[in-house]
């Protein structure tokens, strides 16, 4: 198991996070993190132990990564520090001039520090403040809350003006000002035509799913498929928090997967060569990007896909491990903000953790007689719920009782839907009767998927007292007693190769080997 980039993405991870309070932090962060290469440069030119050569090696790699964090984040803290949207704190409503940045998306409470409410919230930066007096120009990136008028329909790209009330934003990280919406939004600038075409692909499944679905199902496709949850319903979203899905309406790895396994399989049917599937592989996972936004599952999932489709274009072996932690080191260099986001925590955590104790996991239920499908389903959903509810813990304080069982039933019926909506998104806006028929077919695992959810949150859900300190044990706790059971098996399945291993005849290959190996092994 490769390992050498775990330090350097842990110390991205960190540096990132420090460095998002203050540009004085971000600065002290990366001083001493220069400061710790400088000084691992200096042991490597001195050891003469080819290990400690190598560890010195992999310190200067990881400060020194961790040092590029802190400084371009330092720059980033800096202009937000600097902002002038800021300025008009305070001065009641005024008319704000901004670009769309992401998809709109449905949010509880503000991420600015200010408000307590399901709203739309629309990532954006301001180009100008029209005040009573005079228009000024203003820069700054922004978060725009909306309730009770239409801001969901919004396109990245597009420009607009909006009445807004202006909040300085309280928390770390790189928004200067949360904007409060009061009123209809009015464009005055087109989206890029890439996005116009996503919001047609993301309007035509919706459209298609409101006429052939009923309205709790309809409202759930889009965002199983395509991340969008405009139309979902409050109750089912309610639902789904309360019984631990809301993970599936986060596009993440699995759809990743299954668009890498559709465009590799259609370019081995038309014979492509290996450098072009890769290279229409790699387009399509950064198109899927732009069409379900750049949240943080979606973007650690693009990132491992890429890294995972250059290994198969320069012929190497996969290894997953090493994709994640490139994908994390990666991240926190072109999208720092990453760093303080739980979507994207909790997808590392998952991934690293079925990485790492799913097949283990898998191995003894099998021995345990467990027919192969069931335990893989339970090793999966196990080691998942296991590794990311420490996180939740210390995120929320809640806890749903019936996760587990909710994500063992609900789980089989997902890659369906995620297949056949897949289809019926692509068909939507060219074929729709076809897309009906895709949409259709559906309809059965929605209806069951929200059931379950349903059936699940009555179980209820339990706070738990501490919040970030109960986390942040049970995080140490997990690594310790993972450690410790995936290691501690393979020491016992080593023990029992030697004592009960095929030895053969004693005079054959077998007992020969083992003579050769215990004579190694004393001396």
């Known amino acids: 198991m490769d390992l050498r980039l775990l330090p350097a993405a842990i110390v991205c991870w960190v540096a990132a996070i420090i460095a998002l309070v203050s540009a004085v932090a971000a600065w002290w962060v990366a001083g001493v993190l220069v400061a710790a290469a400088g000084l691992a440069a200096l042991v490597r030119g001195r050891a003469g132990r080819p290990a400690v050569r190598s560890l010195a090696l992999v310190v200067v790699a990881a400060a020194g990564l961790g040092a590029g ?42 991420p600015g520090g200010h408000l307590d409410a399901s709203r739309v919230l629309v990532p954006g930066t301001v180009e100008a403040v029209r005040t009573s007096h005079d228009t000024r120009a203003a820069r700054g990136g922004i978060l725009l809350l909306g309730a009770g008028f239409d801001l969901g329909a919004l396109v990245p790209g597009e420009r607009i003006a909006i009445r807004a009330t202006v909040l300085r934003s309280t928390r770390p990280g790189l928004v200067a000002a949360v904007l409060v919406g009061s009123g209809q939004p009015t464009v005055l600038g087109r989206a890029p035509p890439y996005f116009r075409a996503a919001a047609a692909v993301r309007r035509a499944l919706s459209a298609v799913a409101a006429e052939a679905l009923p309205t709790d199902a309809a409202g759930l496709l889009p965002a199983l498929v395509l991340g969008d949850e405009s139309a979902t319903l409050p109750t089912v ?117 079925l990485v790492l104790w799913s097949p283990v996991l898998r191995d003894r239920l099998v021995a345990a007689r467990v027919p192969d499908t069931l335990a893989s389903l339970l090793a999966v959903t196990v080691v998942a719920q296991v590794v990311t509810l420490p996180l939740l813990i210390a995120f929320s304080g809640r806890v749903p009782l019936g996760g587990l069982v909710a994500n063992l039933l609900a789980g089989p019926a997902i890659p369906i839907v995620t297949v056949v909506g897949t289809l019926a998104a692509v068909a939507a806006p060219v074929v729709p009767p076809i897309a009906e028929v895709a949409v259709r077919a559906t309809g059965p695992e929605l209806w069951w998927v929200i059931t379950v959810a349903r059936w699940c949150a009555r179980i209820g859900v339990i706070e738990v007292p501490g919040g970030a300190t109960a986390g942040v044990l049970l995080v140490a706790a997990c690594v310790i007693v993972g450690g410790v059971w995936k290691y501690g098996s393979r020491g016992g399945q080593r023990a029992r190769t030697r004592g009960g291993g095929d030895r053969g005849p004693p005079g054959g290959a077998g007992g020969r080997r083992d003579r050769r190996r215990g004579a190694r092994e004393c001396g």
């Open 237 to 353: 979203r309610g639902d789904f928090q309360d019984s631990g899905l809301t993970h599936l309406t986060a596009v993440s790895g699995a759809n990743f997967a299954i668009l890498a396994l559709c465009v590799l399989g259609a370019c081995a049917a038309a014979g492509l060569p290996l450098p072009a599937r890769a290279a229409l592989t790699a387009a399509a996972m950064v198109a899927f990007v732009g069409l379900v936004g750049p949240t943080g599952s979606v973007v650690r999932a693009a990132v491992m896909g890429l890294v995972g489709v250059a290994a198969l274009a320069l012929r190497r072996g996969r290894q997953p491990l090493v994709a994640l932690f490139a994908a994390v080191v990666v991240l926190m260099l072109i999208r720092p903000v990453l760093a303080r986001d739980i979507g994207f925590a909790l997808s590392v955590a998952a991934t690293a953790g």
């Open 69 to 110: 964090v802190a400084a371009s984040v330092a720059f980033r803290v800096h202009d937000r520090e600097r902002a002038s949207i800021v300025d008009f704190d305070g001065a009641g409503s005024v008319q704000v001039v901004l670009e769309v940045d992401e998809w709109p998306r449905q949010r509880s409470g503000d």
